[in-house]
């Protein structure tokens, strides 16, 4: 644990507390959201009501801290007092591009960006931004700022933007996306050095692989290097490539204890309902659901499509997620004493298409970090995925056809 909190964020907002015009789909929450200092290095938490995308990055002339999420509402907050910090001389916020704010921190000196990550899962539907910052060399900041600089103003568009959704044609290939779990930034959990970024993007090459063996499938991956993509951009990625299913892939850390085995998640069905009403209540509503424009749609009926749509592909979903656990069972791979679970997964929001998340192993334990690391055990666990997939498709068609007769 780092050092004690020395305040509590009570403001972060100021003069958009007036906006009139704008709807959040998250609030902060400052009785769990702060600053630590120890030293030299800083720790930030913000804790908000539910996952939404962001991107942190580093600025130069004064050095400063930009986080940058998509509709977060800061308004409950009050003035934050940061006399007594010695490394953040100022915070502020502010809106920036169509339903996105700011947060800014202003630094005493060059800081660097140790690391960044969203932890998720709470029972209450929350998660928490933490970011780790400590000294660096003058280099060191000029690089990460330079890293940062190709994203300065470009905000990733709503989902709006996005094409309408291209259906293969009958007999055509499936269309698998596959996400690599964090990335740039955002290593995810860290172990020895090792992250599960890093591991996730390997293992979906390896996924990708085992599909192209195995059968016609279509690929696409939600990033190809070790680059920070938001979450709304991952689902957008998965809308645009004309998804047949959408797998994301992940290596959690537990705090305490001991986790081993692969486990398979699907969005719970009380999350799905909070979800799908904040989606019926954003302005920017274009392809949310299939590429059907429901800009123009009440919000009840909006939200009454995509029930219809999420009630239509949940036991799609949910067979696929058995198919999985099954085809990993049967190559030989440890499964999860719990192998099926449902959460609050951002990732998973996608009411039309089914939608799973694979927590492959836990890097928080040893023996679960060495077999990520063996192609051997990458190879097996991919082979149990494709093997799952191929068995969930020729079901899904089967029962189509029924349908259709």
Known sequence: MRAAVLFIIAVLWGALAQAQDFS???RVDPTRSGLDERGREVTLRLTVSQPVPYRVRLLADPPRLVLDFREVDFTPMGRPDVSSLSQVTALRTGRVGPGWTRLVAELAEPLGLVSAQMITGAADGSARVELALAPVSAEEFAAQV???????EAFPKPSASAPPKRRPAPGGPLTIVLDPGHGGVDPGAIRDGVTEA???????????????????????????DDSFVSLETRLTIARRAGADLFLSLHADAVEEGIARGAQVYTLSDEASSEALAKLAYRHDRDDILGGADLSGTDDAVAQA??????RETAPRTMALARAMVGGLRDKGV?????????ADFSVLKLPDIPAVLLEAAFLSTSSELDKLQKPEWRRQAADGIADGIAA?????ARLKALIRQ
């Open 146 to 152: 330079a890293a940062g600089q190709d994203a300065r």
């Open 305 to 310: 499509l995509l029930e219809i749509a999420r």
């Open 334 to 342: 440890r499964l999860h004493k719990h192998p099926l679970g449902a």
């Open 24 to 26: 959040a789909l998250a």
């Open 198 to 224: 890093d591991l996730m993007l390997i293992f979906a090459r390896d996924v990708r692989e085992a599909l192209l063996r195995a059968g016609d499938y279509r690929v696409v991956l939600t990033r190809e």
């Open 392 to 396: 969930w498709a020729a079901e899904d």
